[in-house]
Structures are given as structure tokens and as C-alpha cells.
């Protein structure tokens, strides 16, 4: 998984590439970590992630903690990922454009 960082005024963006999964979610997890001193705002670009594991909604439940339930948004979903986020209850609950 490669994750690029980008920053607009207090706004952090990951854009992800590759598979969210138990091997690349620590990945997610500290490239999260790394934008909270500098952004109030995280946006997760989805549009490279192909794959997702129950350790990747683990490291975006984990984010959304971090970050606060209004201030994480999961953008460019894939209509398969977007599917196990809707199995796993957390469709509802997650900032998705």
C-alpha cells in the first residue's frame, strides 16, 4: 500500500493506493497519526483501494475516533469496498462523499 499526503490550510488528505489490510493498516494508522498536529481534517482518498480487511475498518474506526466523527471523511469509494462498509454497520456512522 502507498499513501500519498497532501495540505490544504487545516485539511490533511491520504490519498491510498493499494490494500487496506492486516499487513498495511499500521501503515494507515500512523499516516493518520502523523497529520493530526497539523490538520483538524483528514480526508482518506479511496479511489486506489481495491481491497479491505476487517483490520483496514478497524484503522478508519480507529481514525474516526482520533480525528472526530465530523472531521474524517472517506472519499472516491469503489463500489466493492463500499459494500463491506455497508455490511459492517458502519455506512451510517462514517462521513462518505
Known amino acids: ?22 499487513t498495511s493498516s499500521a501503515l494507515l494508522d ?16 479511496m479511489a486506489e483501494v ?3 480487511s476487517s483490520a483496514g475498518i478497524r484503522s478508519i474506526i480507529k481514525a474516526r475516533k482520533l480525528v472526530g466523527s465530523n472531521d474524517l471523511v472517506l472519499r472516491n469509494i469503489r463500489a ?6 455497508k455490511m459492517t454497520g458502519f455506512a451510517g456512522r462514517l462521513n462518505i462523499e
Open 50 to 52: 481495491k481491497y479491505i
Open 1 to 22: 500500500m502507498n499513501i500519498t499526503k497532501s495540505i490544504d490550510a487545516n485539511t490533511c488528505t491520504l490519498s491510498i493506493e493499494g490494500d487496506i489490510d492486516t
Open 30 to 45: 500512523k499516516a493518520v497519526e502523523e497529520c493530526l498536529p497539523q490538520c483538524s481534517r483528514v480526508v482518506l482518498d
Open 80 to 85: 466493492n469496498i463500499m459494500e463491506i462498509i
